[in-house]
Each structure stands twice: as structure tokens, then as C-alpha cells.
């Protein structure tokens, strides 16, 4: 499954590390919004519990959460077991920060899936960390991914990569992908394939593979290799990025913001309200 635009790595005939406890690792803090544990953490603590895991060998995966992923949770039990079966989920979308803040926690700003994926292959291009590149819309997206990321980053090590079919994958196939995976020895393997997919992907996949840590980005393969474009900063810290995407991708996610949306801002209100009863 691998190609040749990916680096080349002979098989290492050392057996794989055994995994370490999670109690190895920094403990990061999580607070229930609408019953979904979040991360109070920011980019630089997040990447750092990365780090950990790698040296550590753990065997983790980490989630990372917008609105529509908490209140498709709710609906969603395959969902919901995969999100609490994470190590953590850090709060993707700009609502949800707020919602943390507005229970009385001090977190500065959202971990934005993409500008974790960014940071993270910045570090890596220091370290030497590998990377493999497990989504994307086809394998011809995949490259163009990689080659960008490569560009931006010099000495990033992209050991390998797999654009999955739409469908449904056979166990044989699954196989496939978990063998690859593990030829290609990475430590952080980085899954685009979007909400509810990839949270299920990690947890089904978790103890097939032996890279350390997995971390699943939605859009954020789309938007590194250009195909779409994000919204502006000024949107984002507003909150208004679903107005953006809204815009660009109409006839897919009208849907979902229309009923999401104003569920998760009637939901929150409750939950705000019974904390304020109970605070002393």
C-alpha cells in the first residue's frame, strides 16, 4: 500500500515494544461538556503528551472534537465509546473552548486539529519523529498532502500512507492496512477520514497497530494539501467557521449545522445553568 513518494524503510527485525501504562504519561486534565470528556490543554502540552507517548511506547490515540462530534456522540454509542476510549480529546471548534471557559476553567484557546497537525510536523522536522498519513479524498490527494507538507516542512519523515475506499473495509483489508502500517514503523499516525469514521477507525484498529499514537484531524488533510480552503482567522476566533464551511460545502452540511447547532447552544445553556446552582 505504500509508495514510492513515501520514504523507504526496511523492516527492523527487533520485536515491537511492549506498551506502558497510561499512568506513564502526563496526566491531562478532561472536563465534561454535554457528557464528552475535553482536554483543558493547549498546543504546546498536547504536543508534548505526544512526545511522551512516543518515548514512553505507548499504544494511545487521541480524538479531537468540534460540536457536531459532541452531539453526534449523544445520538452515536459507537461514537461515544470511541471518544471515551481516547487518551484524551482536545476541544476543536471555538464554542466548545468557550464552553469550558464558562464553567470556570482556565484554558486560553481551542486545540485546532490542523494547527496541531502543523505544529506537530514543525517538531517532528526537528526530531526526526515519523509520521504516516492514513486518509485523504483519493491516493492522489494523499501526495499532494505529502509533497506540501514536505515542501513546508524540510526533513519531515513521511514513512507512509493510505487513502482508504468510501465503503466499508473487509477484515482482510483491514489487515492489510494494519501490516503496512506497522512496516512503516511510525510513531504518530495522523487519520483524516472524518466524524463518526475516524474515532471509530482509532478504536477498532488501536491494538493492531504498533505506532504509538494516532490522532485523528477530519479536515485537516484537505486543508494542508490546498483542496479546500480554511476560514479566515477572524472568523475562526469568532466562532464562525461552520458559516464559512457553510458556505463552501452547502448541500453536505446545512444538515448538520441546522440541527446541531442550536441542540448543542440549548443543551449548554442547561448544563451552565445547573453548574451555576451548584457553584458555591
Not at 511522551?52 to 487521541?62: I, K, L, P
Not at 480524538?63 to 487518551?87: F, I, K, P, Q, W
Request: proline share 8%; glycine share 6%.
Amino acid at each position: 500500500m505504500s509508495t514510492s513518494s513515501f520514504e523507504v524503510i526496511p523492516p527492523s527485525p527487533a520485536s515491537a515494544p511492549q506498551p506502558v501504562a497510561a499512568s506513564a504519561l502526563p496526566v491531562v486534565e478532561q472536563i465534561s461538556v454535554l457528557d464528552v470528556p475535553l482536554a483543558l490543554t493547549d498546543y504546546e502540552r498536547a504536543l508534548d503528551w505526544i512526545d511522551a507517548a512516543v518515548a514512553t511506547g505507548a499504544r494511545e490515540y487521541v480524538c479531537v472534537a468540534a460540536v457536531h462530534t459532541v452531539m453526534e456522540s449523544r445520538e452515536d454509542e459507537a461514537l461515544r465509546s470511541a471518544v471515551e476510549g481516547a487518551a484524551f480529546t482536545v476541544p476543536d471548534g471555538q464554542p466548545l473552548a468557550w464552553a469550558l471557559r464558562a464553567l470556570g476553567h482556565d484554558i486560553d484557546s481551542r486545540v485546532y486539529g490542523p494547527e496541531l497537525m502543523a505544529r506537530a510536523c514543525e517538531r517532528a522536522a526537528r526530531t526526526g519523529q515519523r509520521h504516516y498519513l492514513y486518509g485523504g479524498r483519493d491516493q492522489s490527494a494523499l501526495f499532494k498532502l505529502t509533497l506540501r507538507l514536505r515542501q513546508r516542512f524540510p526533513g519531515l519523515r513521511i514513512v507512509g500512507g493510505y487513502s482508504p475506499p468510501f465503503r466499508a473495509m473487509s477484515e482482510a483489508e483491514l489487515d492489510a492496512v494494519a501490516v503496512d502500517i506497522n512496516r512503516a514503523r511510525p510513531d504518530v499516525v495522523w487519520v483524516g477520514i472524518g466524524v463518526p469514521k475516524q474515532e471509530k477507525w482509532m478504536a477498532a484498529m488501536r491494538d493492531r497497530l504498533d505506532a504509538p499514537v494516532l490522532v485523528g484531524v477530519g479536515a485537516a488533510f484537505d486543508f494542508h494539501a490546498g483542496l479546500v480552503p480554511q476560514a479566515p482567522g477572524w472568523m475562526q476566533r469568532s466562532g464562525l467557521e461552520w458559516l464559512y464551511r457553510l458556505k463552501q460545502e452547502p448541500r453536505r452540511l446545512w444538515k448538520r449545522y441546522a440541527r446541531h447547532n442550536p441542540r448543542f447552544v440549548t443543551g449548554f445553556a442547561k448544563q451552565w445553568a445547573a453548574a451555576r446552582r451548584t457553584r458555591p
